[in-house]
């Protein structure tokens, strides 16, 4: 019989390094990420982090309306819209096996740009820990030493200082600013979000040994392997074990 990851590789993506691990999302993880939301992810007194204030909608299990029906339709569509020329990873974080974030990676045109954006967000009681910094470092590492990848973008909302300590930490600089449109409860606000870039000269790569499995094959997925060009800057460094 056929295995989830032989019908769909990214499954088989695995991406660790000390207490944290990053995997595809799974159904079976969802009751855990829902709780984790439900438990609570801005910190008070930062900008609210997101386009849409999914995070506080009401808590409506089995119900159409609310959270957290709206979310799931949003992490099932990443997986139904997979393809190689637009994909996005919704990557679950684990710390010590404990369901503690998201950290996702969207590319479109990959294999022309090169350019990968990241996003993320973690439990508001698992703040603080250094978890937020080594989940970004590890799929940024995974996207220039996986996937070949020449530019990891990000952004946040200005005055998010937390945010924007982590992109320091992993070697993002600044890139302009720009006005985006955030939707919550209390209305419509245009913001300034920060743009932030980091390359690979600049990427400040996480401490301990990093071990990634499945990389390969969602390279193949990606059609990456078909150019010599793209396996060759698919090649692993010596701090990520491919396997």
Known sequence: MLTLEQIFPPFALR??????????????????????????VQDPGLPMPF????????????APDGFPTASLGWWWKQRA?????EWRLALV?????VLVGMQDVHAAE?????????????GRRHHGQGTGTLMRRLVVGFAFDGLGAE?????YIVGNHASAAVSRKVGYVENGRKRIVQHTRAGTFAVDEQR????????????????????????????????????????????????
């Open 110 to 122: 990959f294999p022309h740009r090169r350019t990968v954006e990241t996003g993320s967000w973690l």
């Open 93 to 97: 974080v684990r710390r010590d096996g």
């Open 15 to 40: 991406i660790a390094c000390g207490p944290v691990a990053l995997t595809v999302l799974r159904d079976d993880d969802l009751p855990e990420l829902v709780e984790l939301v439900q438990d609570g």
């Open 51 to 62: 386009l849409r204030d999914w995070h506080e909608e009401p808590f409506a299990p089995g």
């Open 81 to 85: 819209t997979f393809a190689p020329d």
């Open 196 to 243: 932030v870039t980091v390359t690979p000269a600049g990427f400040v790569r996480p401490q301990g040994e990093v071990t990634v499995d499945g990389a390969d094959v969602v390279r193949r997925f990606l059609g990456l392997d078909l150019s010599g060009e793209a396996e060759a800057t698919a090649k692993p460094t010596r701090n990520i074990a491919d396997k």
């Open 151 to 155: 530019r990891c973008e990000s952004g």
